[in-house]
């Protein structure tokens, strides 16, 4: 059974940085695409970042380029999201997501796992 485990959300001034971690287990990630959501409260779901986990390549949406760094550890079976320069529209749920893929995706219906989601909230 595939789980995908969030941690290291909380509260940070605008400014700040805070960094995700994605712990799955189940099975073996090697052939995977690990990605970053968010929900803000009354919006949709929307893609954050993506990492191949095999090639190591990454995609990020605009919003966040030059802030958030994805990356995985040697192991396949981590996912980090670094969040720097954190501004309050940055406000969300974070949620982690796998699917079996060596694309780019960047919609909630491609992806076949979830996690629970970690809250990050950052005030002005």
């Known amino acids: 059974q595939v789980q995908l485990v969030e941690s290291g959300g909380g509260l940070v001034q605008a400014g700040g940085s805070l960094r995700l971690s994605c712990t799955a287990s189940?099975?073996?990630?090697?052939?995977?695409?690990m990605g970053w959501f968010r929900q803000a409260p009354g919006k949709e779901r929307e893609f954050v970042a993506s990492?191949?986990?095999?090639?190591?390549?990454?995609y990020y949406t605009d919003s966040v380029k030059g802030r958030f760094i994805i990356s995985r550890d040697g192991t396949l079976n981590t996912v980090y999201l670094q969040m720097n320069s954190l501004k309050p529209e940055d406000t969300a749920v974070y949620f982690c997501?796998?699917?079996?893929?060596?694309?780019?995706?960047?919609?909630?219906?491609?992806?076949?796992?979830w996690g629970q989601g970690t809250q990050v909230t950052v005030s002005s």
């Open positions: 997501a796998a699917k079996m893929s060596d694309l780019v995706l960047t919609t909630t219906r491609n992806y076949d796992y």
């Open positions: 189940g099975r073996t990630f090697r052939n995977y695409l």
């Open positions: 990492v191949n986990m095999v090639l190591g390549a990454t």
